[in-house]
């Protein structure tokens, strides 16, 4: 029940886990020092160590695509990109990896997929696109869009971010984004931000969580803040009409995202 949620399994990794994506019946971890780990949640009461790989850097975010009996893997690895083939689970194996500092200074903290192309955001910077197109060697391309966002996410077939200038909203014509919209907000800071439909959400640390109703990509409109005194929101994600939100202080909490637009 949405209403009272409660533990239904869980895995203590070995070391600290930085990101997460679940693809099908697996989760795939991108586990500090210990590079990616995959899960098998066919029995989400006890999830099970599929495979691992080690990576040459930390293992950070990361964002899987999934087609036909191929499964990619893109992981923030250091301050570079690190592709894992993880077509079979048990055993993946580490493909292209971009072997250079993505973005300008900082280590990037957000990263979301679309087409060809991979985005990276780290908050200080530009979005930096990198060419996925040959998974043995993605290539960086010149970092743009310098609205320096914090938080990069695909979803209805256009690329949105979120940072210090406020949320931004983009399509991808030939692999080369144009931005579409744009709401202005100085307190839209915080790297992770969900899309689903016409809301969109952002996780923005003590500030709260930000709602935007995204049905016109042209005008998005921020329609509230929820829990701006109430916490330190350090993730977020949609499913249904619920929006799940992670904080540093308190834990889960779950918001009717049928409230917002």
Not at 141 to 164: E, K, L, W
Not at 209 to 229: H, Q
């Amino acid at each position: 029940s949405a209403s009272a949620p409660s533990l239904c399994g869980y895995y203590t990794t070995p070391t600290p886990a930085y990101g997460v994506a679940v693809s099908g019946q697996y989760a795939y971890l991108g586990d500090g020092n210990s590079g990616l780990v995959i899960f098998d949640l066919s029995n989400p009461v006890k999830p099970q160590v599929a495979g691992s790989i080690g990576t040459s850097a930390f293992a950070n975010r990361l964002v899987i695509q999934a087609a036909g009996a191929t499964t990619l893997a893109y992981l923030i690895n250091g301050n570079a990109l690190q592709v894992v083939d993880a077509s079979d689970p048990h055993n993946p194996v580490l493909r292209g990896h971009t072997g250079q500092l993505l973005t300008r200074q900082f280590t990037p903290s957000s990263i979301t997929a679309l087409g060809t192309r991979a985005y990276l955001a780290d908050g200080f910077s530009s979005l930096q696109a990198v060419d996925i197109s040959n998974a043995d060697a993605p290539t960086s391309i010149a970092s743009g869009y310098s609205d320096a966002p914090s938080a990069v996410r695909s979803a209805n077939g256009r690329i949105y971010t979120s940072g210090i200038s406020g949320l931004t909203v983009y399509n991808s014509v030939g692999g080369n984004l144009q931005q579409v919209g744009y709401s202005y907000n100085t307190q839209l800071v915080g790297n992770t931000l969900a899309v689903l439909g016409a809301t969109a959400v952002c996780a923005a640390g003590e500030r709260g969580a930000f709602l935007y109703d995204v049905s016109n990509p042209n005008s998005p409109n921020y329609r509230g803040t929820f829990g701006a005194t109430a916490g330190n929101y350090a993730a977020v994600a949609l499913n249904g009409n619920q929006a799940f939100l992670v904080t540093g202080n308190s834990g889960l909490k779950i918001l009717d995202r049928k409230s917002v637009v």
